[in-house]
């Protein structure tokens, strides 16, 4: 029996070590350039970040981080294969290269970073723990909150988070708990709890199944870090580079005031640091293996986060999230990019 | 005397028609009496509100959850997506492929399934072995020299029926192998059946469908992408053939031993007496198993979902995740049951026919 299995084992090792080399062989870049295409891992369906419309286009914010890196590297940002992942599939489908990045809101922890094998790219969106409250209520601050009834979903960090928020302002609450966010929402509604908390990106998505939105708010305070980013395979730096720069094109343009609508006025700027910008002058894209056009292209085609923010969250949407956070650093908020030289 | 028969009297008239229809069956005893009151106070508080809901108020019609009342149900949400409900991410200008596929597969259960029309075991043999091919060429396109649409743009009732169609071609057959094999008198043959089906049977479809999703691709090279539809197919297979072959067992069972004696004193060899004398009947015993196995691998096939593949359940849950449509569970779900319901009662309305006949 054991011999039996030896004879079988011992092949299928040989093709496994042969992967491993291959793997080493071509770059991520070289592999998307030749596909003629990007795989990006997606989440399967979460309000304003991936969802699929009835065409079956996919829309959202890690969507159009996808489409960022598409058009930065060949120029096209249509040119995206979306993998829907769940969550325990994600990293294994980046190990394992059945996809070239992973754009999932996925959080930022040391544990990851160091254990996975895998890079976080920077940051496309700081989530965090929030609360929504009943308007008539006339809470304006979570320090409000004390001995209110709160909705939670069991078993997840927010619990935790909880926890240690109310007990280091010396509040005391009373947990509701439910099994699903959507549980939550209902409980909420029916008004079992004063207060619902869950990550803000999420409160906003639910606040929308409420049978009145407009009669509930979200606080401004976010009781823990949620860092969401887009994730590559560790030991490809070039590719790193190419995702990370992706990012801080879209979060630089912005800042620069440049949109899809302007950029191609902006050609004839004069502006050193918009020429550096449109890879007219300075560093162009030879460093990264890109044409030099490539920061013109994710703007052009996608857009620079404030548009990105506002079509998929923002205003313009039914979410309505507001940038809190998520606003340039010149603005109140943590968004701040490296700058193009 | 009397010279002629006298007519029968009619019954009384409260044993007859409805009325003696109700008396006998719902109110023939006091308790009978109300409990029946009881169910009907129920369906009472349950119907109107419902009928009110579901018909009365729901809009049919938008494209977004503003579109709809807020007193009714928003079917709407399901009419704005039926396509994708449906045909997934197919390319609109390939979906007549998929409607092939959908043609093909009611004509040859049609064939199957009304009597009248002759030549049941032509049709049997073409389900078996010409439509899966079929059905993969025309889906997949690659052979034809039509376009190729890749798996992972396949989604909705089209990924239930091909997980569900090549599970059920696929498990019966090596599910009726096991069997045997776990009967036979060849102790490796035996020993490897035996563990096999306790083997899948020990494990969860979920736990398969991890591995086959998660673990399977860490253990290949890079280069040998295994389709994840393909992956999920192969682990359903293996999951039911497992238990079909335990089913097609006590079928066999139930044989008596004296029909292969009599088979072997006749002087026909093993495959002879099982294919034309023992299998026959035993399959016919377990039609109920294994029906009641296909209508559960149809139900399995949504697990789909943990493994990030679009089913019809899950892509309805994609759906619900758009912010157009946040809001509209109830509809998606009571639509994806009620599809489930169709197909599920289906196939069991279909097996109390082949019993009887």
């Known amino acids: 029996m054991i011999r039996k299995l030896k004879k079988w084992v011992a092949p299928a090792l040989l093709l496994a070590a042969a992967g491993a080399q291959a793997e080493t062989s071509s770059t991520t870049l070289e592999t998307v350039l030749s596909k003629g295409y990007l795989s990006c891992g997606v989440n399967t369906g979460l309000p304003g970040f991936a969802t699929p419309d009835e065409k079956g286009q996919w829309s959202g914010m890690d969507v159009d981080v996808c489409r960022g890196v598409a058009a930065a590297v060949l120029g096209d940002a249509g040119k995206v294969k979306y993998i829907p992942l769940t969550a325990k599939e994600r990293f294994t489908a980046l190990q394992s290269g059945e996809i070239?990045?992973?754009?999932?809101?996925?959080?930022?922890?040391?544990?990851?970073?160091?254990?996975?094998?895998l890079n976080f790219a920077g940051v496309s969106y700081y989530d965090g723990q929030g609360f929504l409250v009943k308007k008539e209520l006339g809470v304006t601050s979570a320090k409000q909150l004390d001995g209110a009834a709160v909705c939670i979903q069991s078993g997840t960090t927010t619990e935790l988070n909880l926890a240690d928020y109310f007990r280091s302002n010396g509040m005391k609450y009373q947990p509701v708990v439910f099994d699903t966010s959507d549980g939550t929402a209902k409980g909420f509604d029916s008004g079992r709890c004063d207060v619902l908390t869950s990550d803000q990106s999420q409160l906003y998505a639910l606040r929308l199944r409420l049978s009145k939105p407009d009669q509930a708010v979200v606080l401004p305070e976010i009781i823990s870090k949620e860092p969401l980013g887009p994730l590559v395979r560790q030991g490809d730096d070039q590719w790193f580079n190419i995702v990370k720069w992706s990012l801080f094109a879209m979060i630089n343009a912005e800042e620069l005031g440049l949109t899809s609508a302007n950029i191609d006025k902006s050609k004839s700027s004069t502006d050193p640091s918009v020429r550096r910008f449109l890879g007219i002058e300075g560093p162009k894209g030879k460093g990264m293996g890109l044409k030099d056009n490539w920061a013109y292209q994710v703007v052009k085609q996608v857009g620079n986060y404030g548009e990105i923010f506002e079509r998929n969250i923002g205003e313009s949407s039914p979410l309505k999230i507001e940038r809190g956070l998520n606003a340039q650093w010149s603005q109140g908020g943590i968004l701040y990019a490296p700058p193009f030289r | 005397m009397e010279q002629k028969m006298i007519p029968a009297r009619e019954p009384p008239v409260n044993s007859r028609g409805i009325l003696g229809w109700a008396r006998e069956n719902l109110f023939a005893s006091p308790s009978q009496s109300l409990v029946t009151l009881a169910l009907l106070y129920g369906l009472y508080l349950f119907i109107p509100p419902f009928w009110q809901w579901a018909v009365m108020d729901a809009s049919w019609t938008g494209s977004s959850r503003s579109d709809c009342t807020t007193e009714g149900a928003c079917w709407a949400f399901v009419t704005a997506r039926l396509d994708q409900f449906i045909y997934g991410f197919y390319p609109d200008s390939e979906i007549w492929r998929v409607n092939l596929f959908f043609a093909q597969l009611a004509v040859v259960l049609g064939w199957l399934m009304i009597p009248r029309i002759p030549?049941?075991?032509?049709?049997?043999?073409?389900?078996?072995?010409?439509?899966?091919?079929?059905?993969?060429?025309?889906?997949?396109?690659?052979?034809?020299?039509?376009?190729?649409?890749?798996?992972?743009?396949?989604?909705?009732?089209?990924?239930?029926?091909?997980?569900?169609?090549?599970?059920?071609?696929?498990?019966?057959?090596?599910?009726?192998?096991?069997?045997?094999?776990?009967?036979?008198?060849?102790?490796?043959?035996?020993?490897?059946?035996?563990?096999?089906?306790?083997?899948?049977?020990?494990?969860?479809?979920?736990?398969?469908?991890?591995?086959?999703?998660?673990?399977?691709?860490l253990f290949v090279p890079e280069e040998i992408v295994f389709d994840k539809l393909v992956r999920a197919m192969i682990g359903i297979v293996m999951f039911q053939s497992a238990y079909m072959a335990e089913v097609v067992r006590g079928g066999l069972q139930a044989i008596p031993r004296g029909q292969v004696e009599a088979c072997q004193s006749l002087g026909m060899g093993y495959w002879q007496s099982m294919l034309l004398v023992v299998l026959p009947q035993a399959i016919r015993l377990?039609?109920?198993?294994?029906?009641?196995?296909?209508?559960?691998?149809?139900?399995?096939?949504?697990?789909?979902?943990?493994?990030?593949?679009?089913?019809?359940?899950?892509?309805?849950?994609?759906?619900?995740?758009?912010?157009?449509?946040?809001?509209?569970?109830?509809?998606?779900?009571?639509?994806?049951?009620?599809?489930?319901?169709?197909?599920?009662?289906?196939?069991?309305?279909?097996?109390?026919?082949?019993?009887?006949?």
């Not at chain 1, 070239?100 to 094998?117: F, K, Q, V």
């Not at chain 2, 979920?206 to 086959?212: P, S």
């Not at chain 2, 759906?319 to 069991?348: I, K, R």
Request: charged share 10%.
């Open chain 1, 100 to 117: 070239d990045m992973l754009s999932r809101n996925t959080t930022w922890t040391l544990t990851r970073d160091a254990s996975l094998g």
């Open chain 2, 119 to 217: 030549g049941k075991k032509m049709a049997l043999v073409i389900g078996l072995l010409v439509l899966p091919v079929t059905s993969w060429l025309i889906l997949t396109g690659s052979l034809l020299g039509l376009p190729p649409v890749e798996t992972h743009q396949w989604g909705g009732l089209m990924v239930t029926l091909v997980l569900a169609l090549y599970g059920m071609l696929a498990s019966l057959p090596v599910g009726v192998l096991l069997a045997l094999g776990r009967r036979s008198s060849m102790p490796v043959v035996r020993t490897f059946c035996t563990a096999y089906i306790e083997l899948w049977r020990g494990v969860p479809l979920i736990t398969v469908l991890f591995m086959a999703s998660v673990m399977l691709p």
């Open chain 2, 286 to 357: 377990v039609i109920p198993g294994i029906v009641n196995t296909f209508i559960a691998l149809f139900k399995d096939t949504s697990l789909v979902l943990v493994i990030g593949l679009f089913d019809l359940l899950s892509i309805v849950q994609a759906g619900l995740n758009d912010p157009q449509w946040l809001g509209s569970a109830v509809e998606g779900y009571l639509f994806a049951g009620f599809v489930f319901w169709l197909f599920c009662f289906g196939m069991s309305q279909y097996s109390q026919r082949l019993e009887k006949h």
